[in-house]
């Protein structure tokens, strides 16, 4: 039965576990101009935030395919990335506040696969759909925690942004409390050799490679926009923080009420068109912005190359698991792994490319959406794998 009590409650969930970790895409920019640091070492930074969650994704992808009780780790989630992200903002120092911050991360990543593993379950027939509702929760934070830490490190500092950002995780996890108990229980068991074998075998197939690769560089030209766009509004077009934080939630603010509709139509047409139209219109649309000349034109073509692969990104979490077939949980953790993880190395590599003009990460990002759209060609033209087997 498609049950959609429990959308609403992981959407507002996901929404908070969010907020923080979203607003890093101007507390981090923040952080760095405060400390006098380079475009290369705030790429650096993201990228070890993103590392961090990275470690937490497939472990925590494979507790919810394992662990019976998965609405306390659900709650749990909450105070790991409250308290995480609270003692982030005591930081003095680039390693300090880099460790701290990816240790936070981790909080957040583990939300991430139990919730869409558990989505995924309930929901075989419309698991796009149903991806696409749970990360309508995370764009709203993006409208919601952009222009808030904005506002706040405006009015005083990036350290009393997060001290505020912060609440709001913590009042939702008290009430997750009780949304947990109706979170439906899952078999008990633990992860075997067999287990490790499964996997191994279902994503180092030819196909399984592939997609692996078209994650990985789907969230490349994500990262390499997203990062360098705060640093670039600021230093070629005067922004304050507040401006800047704006106008990147309003780029992303279509891809995500896009989400559930573009994940429904991939339901019924197949994951192969959308993803190849979104990583094809961003390849073109972050090429422009990088030859434009035009403030306004810049604003609209990065819009539209947020928008598309904001857009596109539930399509991409369904199409792990039309390939894995069973195994939800560890299949979107491993996802998410690759999109957030290895991924993140974008923005040390768009930092680097944009030392000498911020606008190159847009070239570059034009470039990883190439690479994408190329590899969504390869994609089988069938909507999903039958459950319970995989692609060779």
Known sequence: MFNRDLLIPFSIGHCANDL???????LIPAFGVAMGLSP?????????????????YLPAGMLADHVANRGVLLAATFFWVGLGYLAASFADGFWAFAILIAIAGMGDAAWHPIATGVLAQMHKAKRAYALGMHAIGGHISEVIALPVAGFLIAAWDWRIAIQILVIPTF?????????ARKVPLHVNSRPTRADFADI???????????VIALFTTYNMGLFAIITMTPLYLRANHGFDWQETAIAIAVM????????????KLSDRIGRRPLVIIGNGVAAAAAFIAWLSTSFVLTLITLGVALTMLVAIRAVLQAAAVDHAGGREGTSLGLTFAFM?????SAAVLAGLAGESDLANAFLLASGFSILATLLGLTMPRKASAPLGTAPA
């Open 252 to 263: 992303m603010l279509l891809g995500a009420l896009a989400q559930p509709g573009t994940g």
């Open 171 to 179: 009042i939702v996890g008290i009430i997750f409390i009780f949304v």
């Open 40 to 56: 290369a070492e705030i790429g650096l930074l993201f990228m070890i935030h993103n590392l961090g969650a990275s470690v937490a």
């Open 20 to 26: 923080v970790p979203i607003a890093m895409y101007i």
């Open 340 to 344: 957030d993880g290895f991924a993140a």
């Open 200 to 210: 191994w075998r279902i994503w180092t197939t030819r196909q399984g490679l592939k």
